[in-house]
Nanobody, 132 residues
Framework: EVQLSESGGGLVQTGGSLRLSCAAS????????IGWFRQAPGKGREGVSC????????AYTDSVKGRFTISSDNAKNTVYLQMNDLKPDDTAGYYC?????????????????????????WGQGTQVTVSS
């Protein structure tokens, strides 16, 4: 079956680093772009980064530019999010999601319905907690 599985979250101190992984299976990985989202309690699902299938172009939300790097290893059907210089505001559940074609413009989704109108597959998430 179609599956996206996130891993790599954990508890780190401010300024620390984590690398998240999104492993995909059950669909043609090369036909999809992969985005990373995060959601803290009571907040929307914020688009953090995305890497496009066609040309590997990347996009980042302003708050993580210069700190986070998204990359893809197509041979492993895996997308990574390297997170450096982590801040308490980065604390959230992190989710990856697949969309056919190129990356949509990054945005925050406030309802599940609006998110599912855009993205085809999604994972269960991995928790990132940054202590201050």
């Amino acid at each position: 079956e179609v599956q996206l599985s996130e891993s790599g979250g954990g508890l780190v101190q401010t300024g620390g680093s984590l690398r998240l992984s999104c492993a995909a299976s059950g669909f043609t990985f090369d036909d999809y772009s992969i985005g990373w989202f995060r959601q803290a309690p009571g907040k929307g699902r914020e688009g953090v980064s995305c890497i496009s299938n066609s040309d590997s172009s990347t996009a980042y939300t302003d708050s993580v530019k210069g700190r986070f790097t998204i990359s893809s290893d197509n041979a492993k059907n895996t997308v990574y999010l390297q997170m450096n210089d982590l801040k308490p505001d980065d604390t959230a559940g992190y989710y990856c999601a697949a969309v056919r074609g190129r990356c949509p413009q990054l945005r925050t989704y406030y309802t599940r319905t609006s998110f599912l109108r855009v993205y085809d597959y999604w994972g269960q998430g991995t928790q990132v907690t940054v202590s201050s």
